[in-house]
């Protein structure tokens, strides 16, 4: 079984900063991808960005420039460090990972994590 911990999410004034964790744990062989995503109230989930195991990085539109993703993979942990914070950037953020154990890989979720950006 494979677990991913979120930490980090919180209440922010807008043009401030929030740092996001998640740690994967459990039987885990590899980590691929790792990603975060948010969902925001009445809204679709959405890709926030995403980090190859090789740290090639994709960001949505809307927070290029502002957020910045990381891993270290010695930790199977993701980061995302988020600057000049936005109203529109309220959401669950979830965590996502795709993960090899014992079983073949499989994609994960963390529990969610919430970010208010207040204006």
């Known amino acids: 079984q494979v677990h991913l911990v979120e930490s980090g999410g919180g209440l922010a004034q807008a043009g401030g900063s929030l740092r996001l964790s998640c740690a994967a744990s459990?039987?885990?062989?590899?980590?691929?991808?790792m990603g975060w995503y948010r969902q925001a109230p009445g809204k679709s989930r959405e890709l926030v960005a995403d980090?190859?195991?090789?740290?090639?990085?994709n960001y949505a539109t809307s927070v290029k420039g502002r957020f910045t993703i990381s891993r270290d993979n010695a930790k199977n942990t993701v980061y995302l460090q988020m600057n000049s914070l936005k109203p529109e950037d309220t959401a669950v953020y979830y965590c996502?990972?795709?993960?090899?154990?014992?079983?073949?890989?499989?994609?994960?979720w963390g529990q969610g994590t919430q970010v208010t950006v207040s204006s």
């Open positions: 996502n990972a795709r993960v090899a154990g014992p079983e073949g890989w499989f994609d994960y």
């Open positions: 980090v190859s195991s090789g740290h090639s990085t």
């Open positions: 459990g039987s885990i062989f590899s980590v691929d991808g």
